[in-house]
């Protein structure tokens, strides 16, 4: 039967675009390398119709199909199970530009788009597409959608969701949707754009999306400055809130440990503010020009000095700068994952819990596992935490990874949902996080979600496994 299929897929996408040999641990292998599955064959379409003949195919053989961007997921959810029975889809031949509306502000693209390619053909009109997090050169707008993923201007402009304003999907029948509009008010029925995203595969397979852009900000000020604790930080994100209104786009925070790997692991990045216990990275965009940027931005962070709110701060004094200073934030995770295996939390809290939070399960985990290392970073601005636990210093990070970490979960998940929080902000369920959702969701939601799951992928074939 699988011969059968293959040669049909063979027909539908051409022989050179199913791979069954060779090393397909590109496709195989999930970022993290924690998730190693073995596919029946990686499909590589090349067209919305190939994505919905290729669907069509497996389900008259009942072959389950996981849906794949860029592959840089965190969560486990994009990579074939060890079965060799799962045929791998692979989105990123889909990759065009199909049109953008500069009246309308709105760029429609195939889910193959490349983050930073999207980014690009806006900037290329004189205006922004917003979405930003530190994969943006891999990861591709239908996994972007797919996991309703955040980044650092979620304060200002959103999650995925709230950028997009319409859909292309293939059904789990093989069926096409085609509801890429680009209108913000359309008030006819049940809204299936925000039933797909977000969905992680598991109801369609997202291949176009007509998304929101917006003017390009006339200044862009970045500032890094030194807090003495999380008090201080959410104190410093009120005044900024209060002070620069929608200009906020980001605010970022980091601890001393976490940039400490940075320094341990890429020692050519310059530090400009060492030793701080927290470090924010702020950004203002301003509609106004330099000068009334510059003015606002001079008038905060008197007043935060003044306040003692921060005690040093280093503003960045141009374009290059300013990279430097975002670049020092997204190496966060590299330096994690060259310091070994981590247990990583992406948690909401509510940003008033987030002090109390940290400072409760920082010491419940240090009593629970002696020398333990906490890498706290993230997006403070939404209330997004990474809240990551690193072996000790000189531990097994692997053994450390395979026998802590229900223990350590058990900690951090409990303190979350005392404080009203959530056990994943942007990364997503997928097969990590399973088995949490189904202990700690309302029952009545987790109902509905499995009625919807049913409704809509009858043979649970797609995405078999994830999310519930």
Known sequence: MNEGLLQTLREVVGAAQVLTEGDLSAYELDWRRRWRGRALAVVRPGSTAEVAAVVRACAAAGVPIVPQGGNTGLVGGGVPDESGRQVLLSLQRLNRIRAIDAANLTLSCEAGCVLQAVQEAAAAQGLLFPLSLAAEGSCTIGGNLAANAGGTQVLRFGNARELCLGLEVVTAAGEVWDGLSGLRKDNTGYDLRDLFVGSEGTLGIITAATLKLFPQPAAVTTVLAACESLDDCVALLNLARTRLGAGLTGFEVMGRFALELVAKHFPALPRPLPGAPW??????????????????????????????????????????????????????????????????????LPVSAIPGFCAATDAALAAAIPGVRLVCFGHLGDGNLHYNVQAPEGGDAKRFLAEQEPAVNRIVYDAVVACGGSISAEHGIGQLKRDELAERKSPVALAMMRAIKAALDPQNLLNPGRVI
């Open 279 to 348: 470090t924010v990275l702020l950004e203002q965009s301003d509609t106004d020009g330099e000068a009334a940027a510059q003015e606002r931005f001079e008038s905060l962070l008197g007043t935060a000095l003044e306040d003692g709110i921060v005690g040093d701060a280093a503003v960045a004094a141009n374009l290059s700068q300013s990279h430097t200073m975002w670049h020092l934030r997204e190496s966060i995770p590299l330096a994690q994952a060259e310091e070994g295996l981590n247990i990583k939390h992406d948690i909401a």
